[in-house]
């Protein structure tokens, strides 16, 4: 589906863009509330979510967290330096390039994890039955006249 230049959007459209982001936007409250209730901030709450997602067999870098969170590297080497004292993260040289730091969950990082993912996932089932088809809606009533 192209995208309409804005001016071509219908009244419709606007309302359910209203629809996603405010369902967006309460969804991230309710995690940030979540995150704080288990005595982590938000952003240690993505931390741990983000080395735990990473692919790589040795753990992330601190340049990686940089990347998947969208901060300056500075800004995630204090961020990680706040998630070791609370010992939710450990750091650990790489084997092969000893200038590379490696990060890891402590085992309270991932208790903490594993109990938030567990309420995220709950969370978001409960949501998209109401979010998902009011934001699709137009492609859905398309599929069923035969338009591509």
Known sequence: MDA???DELSDA???QLLAFRTALRRFLRWSEEQATGL?????QHQL??????HNG??????????????LRHHSAV?????????KLVERRSDPEDQRLVRLRLTPLGA????????????????????????????????RHKGEP
């Open 13 to 15: 459209e606007y309302g």
């Open 4 to 6: 309409a230049p804005a």
């Open 57 to 70: 067999p040795l753990g992330p870098s601190i340049g990686d967290m940089a990347d998947v969170l969208l």
């Open 111 to 142: 208790r903490r994890l594993r109990q938030l993912a567990g309420l995220h996932l709950a969370e978001l089932r409960r949501m998209m039955p109401a979010v998902g088809p009011a934001l699709f809606a137009d492609e859905a009533d398309n």
């Open 78 to 86: 204090g961020l990680v330096d706040r998630a070791v004292v609370a």
């Open 48 to 53: 741990l979510l983000a080395i735990r997602g």
């Open 39 to 43: 005595g982590i901030t938000p952003a």
